[in-house]
């Protein structure tokens, strides 16, 4: 029998294993926000974060919220005041539990994301690569901007965007990463986007 996967809205029971979830991908990068920042994510922008469910576990998660172009959360607190209106929405986080790890399940996350993206109005979508992660993200259809690397993120992080059109750019593990390698966004838990 498959497992169904679900995507849907964040609930109040989910804050346990969404912070497990977080820490784990997230702390070996010295850059773990802690559950009042993650829910203060959430609590800014609820209708562009998700759960994702395989059966009846919580497999991973997704953040995202309103920024402008350029911009991105502090990593040392929770959101402060009302996002901004904005034709961009950053994505923050996307974590999938290592166990579940190269089953397409962040794809799941990201197709439903661009949807949500798209019906809501945003043009662009915009996130902070950690972890060696910009080869997958390039691999999306995202860009990376130049410049200096995003504060508070680490010495490597990288500014990325692309529009919520449709991407013209394969979905499939980018020729330069090899197969026997694990794919880094998954180890790292995802852009710190």
Not at 129 to 142: D, L
Request: charged share 20%; net charge neutral.
């Amino acid at each position: 029998m498959t497992e169904v996967v679900r995507i849907r809205r964040i609930a109040d029971g989910d804050w346990p294993g969404i912070v497990a979830l977080e820490s784990r991908a997230y702390a070996p990068l010295g850059l773990s926000e802690g559950r009042e920042a993650l829910e203060s994510r959430v609590d800014a922008s609820p209708g562009t974060c998700f759960a994702l469910d395989l059966g009846r576990q919580l497999a991973g998660y997704l953040l995202a919220l309103p920024y402008p172009e350029s911009a991105y959360p502090e990593l040392d607190g929770p959101e402060r005041g009302a996002t901004l209106p904005s034709r961009n929405l950053h994505l923050h986080d996307i974590v999938v539990a290592e166990h579940l790890r190269h089953r397409g399940l962040a794809r799941h996350l990201l197709r439903h994301l661009m949807a949500t993206a798209r019906a809501h109005g945003y043009e662009q979508i915009s996130l902070v690569a950690v972890g060696g992660s910009e080869t997958f993200w390039a691999g999306r259809g995202f860009t990376a901007h130049p410049g200096p690397p995003p504060i508070g993120y680490g010495p490597t992080a990288v500014y990325m965007s692309r529009t919520t059109g449709p991407s013209t750019t394969r979905t499939t593990r980018p020729a330069t990463v090899p197969a026997s390698e694990p794919e880094k966004w998954a180890d790292a838990g995802a852009p710190r986007a």
